[in-house]
């Protein structure tokens, strides 16, 4: 069976710190996506990043960073110098390829708030 | 660059009530999914369609149904609505592909069941 685990359900930061947001999944496919999604208050779901599990590589993309370490089935996720806009619940999620499961399953998501 | 695009983005209905949800996907997408997030939970997956076929169903209502039409935009349809089916549901599109996996998420609607 999948899953994804989100263990921190809320975290506070004072903005300018960094904060690494946890992700754990599950599944017995060899091949899968895992993505990060944003949802800041004002409702929609923002596409962030996706890794195939054929690729480890880390990716930096401005003050954002992902760490994919398969070894471990996590999926993290670095802000850098957290700014007031960073405010949001951010969701991992995972796709299989080989199950057949069409869809996203998301893990249960991480309130930030970032402190002015 | 266009966007999923969902109406209403609010809808107020009674129990019992009848509601229809459309998703406009964005251009050259093919398949479009519908998830339905409750009040501080995460998406929950109710269907999808491939090219107007439904390609795949989760925890959809019998109560609930759903379609994609030659334009390949989506229309949820609810009956007999119960208070539970208060949530925010969203449509996603993707093209089809090999490695077009992101699903992109429209603004979703608001529902609420009084």
């Known amino acids: 069976a999948q899953k994804v685990t989100q263990a921190q359900t809320e975290i506070s930061v004072v903005e300018k710190e960094d904060v690494t947001l946890d992700c754990v999944y599950e599944?017995?496919?060899?091949?899968?996506?895992l993505f990060w999604y944003k949802q800041p208050p004002s409702g929609e779901l923002v596409f962030l990043i996706r890794r195939n599990s054929f690729d480890e590589q880390n990716e930096i993309s401005g003050r954002y960073s992902w760490n994919f370490q398969k070894s471990t089935s996590s999926f993290n996720f670095t802000i850098t110098a957290s700014q007031v806009v960073d405010s949001a619940v951010y969701f991992c999620?995972?796709?299989?390829?080989?199950?057949?499961?069409?869809?996203?399953?998301f893990g249960t998501g991480t309130r930030l708030t970032v402190i002015p | 660059a266009a966007g999923v695009i969902q109406s209403p983005r609010h809808l107020i209905k009674e129990k019992r009530e009848t509601a229809t949800l459309k998703c406009y996907p964005i251009p050259r997408h093919d398949t479009v999914y519908w998830y339905q997030q409750g009040p501080g939970q995460d998406p929950q997956f109710l269907i999808s369609f491939y090219e107007k076929m439904q390609s795949d169903k989760g925890s959809i209502p019998d109560r609930f149904s759903a379609q994609q039409f030659s334009d390949y935009h989506s229309e949820l349809n609810m009956s007999s609505l119960e208070l539970g089916d208060s949530a925010l549901y969203f449509c996603?599109?993707?093209?089809?592909?090999?490695?077009?996996?992101?699903?992109?998420f429209g603004p979703g609607t608001r529902l609420l069941v009084l």
């Open positions: 599944t017995r496919d060899t091949t899968y996506y």
């Open positions: 999620a995972l796709k299989m390829l080989q199950t057949g499961a069409n869809n996203l399953f």
């Open positions: 996603a599109s993707k093209r089809a592909g090999v490695r077009q996996e992101t699903q992109y």
